[in-house]
């Protein structure tokens, strides 16, 4: 597997989207790794895992092309992680598509309830898109992949989910938004015992020590370590901290170095790396 990412910033984008602060200032003059978009991922080109509103800009820069994603993955209904509306572009004269496969979207319930609105208005007979519920630490196929949704610490009203992805026998676990792993999740991840081979971290708060809701580098290296010590990941694990807000002061390239010491890469917009 390979998983790219395609928009690493929290909800306000970084620069922020109304921000004049001196992080987002240095931000922009930077430019390059620095300009962050809204969280979105994908994996083998094929699995998309959420559907923000900054989905048509990767299409434009990242060379997104939505006509091969077949499952879409949403972690929760906040705006920077699912832009409803935006499925509506996949039906009638809005797009004209080569071949007649099914889009398939896994969320849970407050997701399910902006998304299925739009797509009883506006869908297609042939290949429909297709809406399913999902719930936490229930497994289920998405094409090639074995996923289970894992509890989130994060506004707990949105019912959101993190998830572990596998394929022949490598595992991925996509990790934001959180906080410190719920007892559930950590309970789930040691009965199942499955290695990691690539663990992406919510990194928010950056150098803040956030704990509940999304994390910081502080909380982010004491759950790699903690993986460490559960046997479920080891020395070829790959760590990423992903999810950015300016908030948490780092540009990219300040940023590195002091991932770099704590085991971690730093995911930017555009940046692929195998599992
Ligand atoms: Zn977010
Ligand atoms: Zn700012
Ligand atoms: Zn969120």
Redesign the pocket.
């Known amino acids: 597997m390979e998983i790219k990412y395609l928009g690493t910033a929290a909800?306000e984008g970084w620069p922020g989207l109304f921000c004049s602060c001196d992080h987002c200032r240095r931000a922009r003059l930077a430019g390059g790794a620095s300009i962050r978009t809204r969280s979105q991922a994908i994996v083998d080109e094929s699995l998309l895992i959420d559907f923000p509103p900054d989905t048509y800009l990767h299409v434009l820069q990242q060379g997104l092309d939505l006509t091969r994603v077949t499952h879409c993955l949403i972690?929760?209904d906040?705006s920077?992680?699912l832009y409803a509306g935006d499925f509506a572009m996949r039906s009638g004269a809005f797009a004209h598509r080569q071949t007649q496969e099914e889009l398939t979207v896994f969320a849970t319930l407050p997701a399910c309830e902006k998304i299925w609105p739009v797509l009883s208005k506006h869908n297609d007979s042939e290949g429909p898109t297709v809406c399913c519920q999902i719930r936490p630490f229930e497994p289920f196929a998405a094409g090639r992949y074995q996923v289970v949704p894992l509890k989130a610490d994060?506004?707990q009203e949105?019912e959101?989910v993190i998830y572990l992805i596998s394929r022949e026998g490598r595992t991925l676990l996509y990790g934001?938004?959180t906080g410190w792993f719920p007892q559930e999740t950590w309970q789930y991840l040691k009965e199942e015992g499955h290695l990691l081979n690539l663990v992406s971290l919510d990194c928010t708060a950056l150098q803040l020590d956030w704990r509940r809701g999304?994390m910081g580098l502080a909380a982010c290296a004491e759950v790699r370590q903690k993986l460490i010590e559960m046997r479920l990941a080891d020395d070829q694990t790959h760590f990423v901290i992903n999810h950015f807000s300016h908030n948490g002061g780092l540009i990219h390239d300040e940023l590195v170095p002091v991932a770099a010491e704590l085991g971690f890469s730093v995911a930017y917009d555009g940046l692929t790396v195998p599992v």
Do not use: E
């Open positions: 909800a972690t929760h906040h920077d992680h994060h506004a949105s959101p934001n938004d999304h």
